[in-house]
Every structure is written in C-alpha cells, then in structure tokens.
C-alpha cells in the first residue's frame, strides 16, 4: 500500500503558483520524498525530490515539515502544460535501485485552468 | 536528462498469442530496472524488478511464468506477455535509473489491446 495521502483534485488558475499537499505520517528516517507528474498516456516524469531539507529546481520547490510528516509541492506559475497528475511518494534509498522502486498511490489531478 | 526508450508505443494482439516489449536506456547504463503497469483511471501498479544478468524479482500477485522479464544486456529489458487475454490490456512502464541518480527515469509507455 502507498505510504502516501493526496486529496484527488485540485485546481488552480493559469499563471498562479500551485500548491499540492501530501501527507507521510509514517515516513521512515531514510525514506526520500519523491515527486513525480504524468500526463495523460505518457510515462510518469520526476519532478524532485528531497530527505529533510526544502529543495528547489527549475520545475519546482519541496517543502518538508520539520517533523518530515507531511510536503507541499510547489509550482510556482503554473501553465495549462503543468495538467497532469500528480504523485508524492516515499521510498527507501540504501542504494540507488531503491529510488527506482516507487509504489504509487492515487496522486492528485490537477487541473490548470486559463 | 536521460532517456528511456519503450517499443512498441502500441500494440494489438489476439488472445492467446505472445507479446515483447522492449525498454532501453539510450544513454546511460541500467543494471535495475522496473515495470509497471497501469489500467484505466487507476494508478501505476509496480510489477516487477529486472536485474541484469539475474533473475526478475516479481510482486507479489504477479504471475512470473505469464509476465516473461529478460534483462540480458545494461540497456535493454524485455517483458513478454504470454497467452495474452483481454484482462492483460493495459498500459505497461518501464523505468530504469542511473547509478549517480535517485531519479527514475520513465519509458513513454506501451498501450497493449488483447482482443
């Protein structure tokens, strides 16, 4: 089962930064927080990723709590192109195969609208 | 990034036949990688881990001696779906990651129809 908690929708106005939540109550000390979006029949596409630290790239900001109980992933001007779902997932990383194993659950649609 | 190819994109079969899927890295080497697969309206469901040189670890409820996985070289993995019925359609995934990278990187996809 999916260590994971997304609501399943979401919208949010073109242009506007975009803020999906997700909770991991049981995250384990080792666990990364991965986010990954998929567009309708494609293949799912990373996102970020982060251990306890708030990141940043290009496509987006993580925001773990303190706790590393819940994140929010931020877009922060999101285009009719961000439409997609979106998954938050928890996995072990020992080696680096472990990032590859990602058990999914629902992710949240989001829809960005003009 | 790097890239990870699937083959085919789509594919129609009768049921009862066989059906290969290829997954590639095109610019990295894969000792790892995964399938997936996804039906309509759900999420990705993980189906197993190839391992170069080595024996798929399947998930639990994945039929081994259905879902054929041969990972003979660092850059390709093959999945075979034997006796494919109808239940088999579905939208399969690989992935595969590099070893510098806890990023996975996804095929497009392979939408199969068993008919």
């Known amino acids: 089962d999916a260590k994971t908690t997304q609501p399943p929708s979401m919208d949010c106005a073109e242009g506007r930064a975009a803020n999906l939540p997700c909770n991991h109550s049981t995250i384990s000390g080792n666990e990364y927080v991965y986010w990954y979006r998929q567009i309708h029949s494609q293949g799912p596409q990373y996102i970020i990723h982060?251990?306890?630290n708030n990141e940043t790239n290009e496509m987006a900001s993580l925001i773990i709590t303190e706790d590393r109980k819940s994140s929010t992933l931020i877009l922060p001007h999101a285009t009719l192109r961000d439409t997609a779902v979106y998954y938050c997932?928890?996995?072990?990383?020992?080696?680096?195969?472990?990032?590859?194993?990602?058990?999914f659950g629902q992710g949240t649609e989001l829809s960005v609208k003009p | 990034g790097a890239v990870v190819s699937q083959h085919p994109s789509w594919v129609i079969c009768k049921s009862g036949t066989s059906v290969k899927i290829e997954c590639r890295s095109l610019d990295f080497q894969a000792t790892t990688m995964f399938w997936y697969r996804q039906f309509p309206k759900q999420s990705l469901m993980l189906m197993a881990t190839?391992?170069?040189?080595?024996?798929?670890?399947?998930e639990q409820g994945v039929e081994k001696d259905k879902f054929l996985i041969n990972h003979a070289s660092l850059t390709l993995s093959t999945l075979t779906v034997t006796s494919a019925h109808p239940e088999d359609s579905s939208f399969y995934i690989c992935?595969?990651?590099?070893?510098?990278?806890?990023?996975?990187?996804f095929g497009q996809g392979t939408r199969l129809t068993v008919v």
């Open positions: 982060g251990l306890k």
């Open positions: 992935s595969a990651t590099r070893d510098i990278s806890l990023e996975a990187f």
């Open positions: 190839s391992n170069e040189g080595s024996k798929a670890t399947y």
């Open positions: 997932i928890v996995s072990g990383a020992s080696s680096y195969n472990q990032g590859g194993k990602l058990i």
